[in-house]
């Protein structure tokens, strides 16, 4: 009889024309001290040697097994890589990052056995510089409420690695990443996947080599399209409204309105960007369409209901959509 082989972890990587750091990240992986776990390769339709690379390493070591796919982005390759995972727990590791060597052993899940959730903090890699990032002072917090209110305030949602994810509940839940979305969509996977987490485990380590890149552009900084991060925030916040049901916070319910409206407050920077190819009449109409959204779907805390009588009076001078864009854009800066 065959018994297929079932490790602790499946580590998925993702990877697009990686060819001049997939080494590196994949023998970060392969040198772990903890030994059980299966790498998944997912390449996305590389046009350079990315896929090479992958093979000549799975026919060194068969814990590797390597997929590829036509170019469908990091969301499919992500969910690519959890069909086929075999693991108890799925990890993503991005393939211009790398490890150290004892990053799974430091979940401790010896110690701290069969939770739904691990989490570790990381190190961020800027050249020769590294400064690292605990998740800080809530390692002790034992109640899954306290964890979730004081871990999303600390962004620790927002990206999906250094994490251990338990394989079951993702699968069994239809826990993936959102393929129409292009950027948001892990932190919209971690909420989804809050909801069904009954235990969880934070340790102080920093094992994981998160490499920063200045062409990087973050939700904050990077004008996206208007009706692309509406869909975000909606879609966000239906995930957080179904987490605030499962913990009941007044604290959570102030939180997530704050997020949502400082992004909303985003959105409106986008709609006044001279990117954005837009007459002065839709921009008023797309800058009335946010404030609706603000007042009447996500409600008003009392830090942003300044910026929002603001933003009121601004609504008058929208006949001067470059004086607009001045005021809003430092209005933003100082939040």
Do not use: W
Request: proline share 2%.
């Amino acid at each position: 009889m065959h018994f297929e082989y079932m490790p602790k972890i499946s580590v998925i990587i993702p990877a697009y024309n990686a060819k001049n750091y997939i080494s590196r990240c994949i023998s970060s992986i392969l040198g772990q001290s903890f030994k059980d776990f299966e790498l998944i390769l997912i390449d996305d339709g590389s046009t350079d040697s990315t896929l090479e690379i992958c093979k000549k390493f799975a026919a060194e070591d068969s814990r590797i097994r390597v997929e590829n796919q036509m170019n469908l982005g990091v969301s499919a390759a992500r969910n690519k890589g959890i069909s086929l995972s075999r693991g108890q727990y799925v990890s993503f590791v991005d393939a211009d990052d790398y490890l150290e060597c004892t990053f799974l052993e430091n979940f401790k899940m010896d110690v701290f056995q069969d939770r739904d959730f691990y989490i570790q903090g990381m190190r961020f890699v800027d050249g020769e510089n590294v400064s690292r990032s605990p998740v800080g002072d809530i390692g002790e917090i034992e109640s899954l409420k306290s964890f979730i209110l004081v871990a999303d305030k600390k962004h620790l949602f927002e990206g999906p690695c250094a994490k251990l994810f338990k394989t079951e509940l993702v699968k069994a839940n239809k826990v993936f990443f959102d393929q129409s979305l292009s950027f948001g969509e892990d932190n919209l996977f971690i909420l989804n996947y809050l909801k069904y987490i009954e235990s969880f485990c934070i340790t102080p380590f920093t094992d994981y080599n998160y490499i920063l890149h200045h062409n990087q552009a973050s939700l904050s900084t990077k004008v996206h399209d208007f009706d692309k991060i509406l869909k975000y925030i909606q879609l966000t916040h239906a995930e957080r409204m179904s987490i605030q049901k499962r913990i009941s916070s007044d604290e959570y319910l102030v939180f997530l309105n704050k997020v949502n409206n400082r992004r909303l407050f985003t959105s409106i920077l986008g709609v006044f960007s001279n990117i954005r190819k837009l007459s002065a009449k839709d921009k008023l109409l797309r800058f009335r369409e946010l404030l609706d959204l603000i007042d009447f779907k996500f409600g008003i805390d009392s830090e942003s209901s300044k910026l929002v009588y603001l933003f009121r009076i601004l609504a008058v001078t929208m006949r001067f959509p470059r004086l607009s864009y001045f005021v809003l854009s430092n209005l933003i800066k100082l939040r």
